[in-house]
């Protein structure tokens, strides 16, 4: 009679090599899902920034260059304003709202993490780089920061002329 061995089954190192590489399949996902999330994070952060650059952006579309009563007189906003009544684009310059606004002046207070820092400068008819004095060019600068706590997310210039 013959010996014959009948193999119904896996040997142990097949079975600790299937093991490993499940493992290892498990442990590359789990690492790609980490960095995932915080590129999703980054993003949301970054959205957040252009959202809140665009409110400013269109806030001050609407608005005069220069003060509509006082003319050049003022630059920056006038002893009795506040940011309801800011009637002209150099109101707003050396603002920081935090928590940061909306289009419609409201407060975003669910976005108080956030803050908007805006300048506002003349620049030169020649080069939009170089600032000069106020009210001495046709040509403002508008330049908003966003920063998340201390950190700056994003930033955006625009230029506006009076006329």
């Known amino acids: 009679m013959k010996n014959t061995r009948c193999r119904d089954g896996f040997t142990l190192i097949e079975v600790l090599i299937a093991i490993l590489l499940v493992g290892l399949a498990i442990v590359s996902l789990i690492s790609a899902n980490g960095a995932f999330t915080q590129a999703n994070g980054a993003g949301v952060e970054l959205s957040t920034a252009e959202f809140l650059i665009e409110q400013i952006r269109e806030l001050s579309a609407v608005l005069e260059v220069i003060d509509p009563n006082t003319g050049v007189a003022t630059f920056g906003p006038e002893a009795s304003e506040t940011l309801a009544n800011y009637d002209d684009l150099d109101d707003f310059h050396g603002e920081v709202f935090s928590p940061p606004i909306s289009a419609d002046r409201n407060s975003l207070a669910d976005l108080n993490a956030y803050s908007q820092q ?46």
């Open 118 to 163: 805006i300048t506002v400068e003349n620049v030169s008819a020649s080069d939009f780089e170089q600032v000069v004095g106020d009210h001495t060019s046709f040509f403002v600068r508008v330049s908003v920061k966003v920063f998340l706590n201390t950190k700056e997310i994003s930033s955006a210039r625009w230029l506006r002329s009076r006329y």
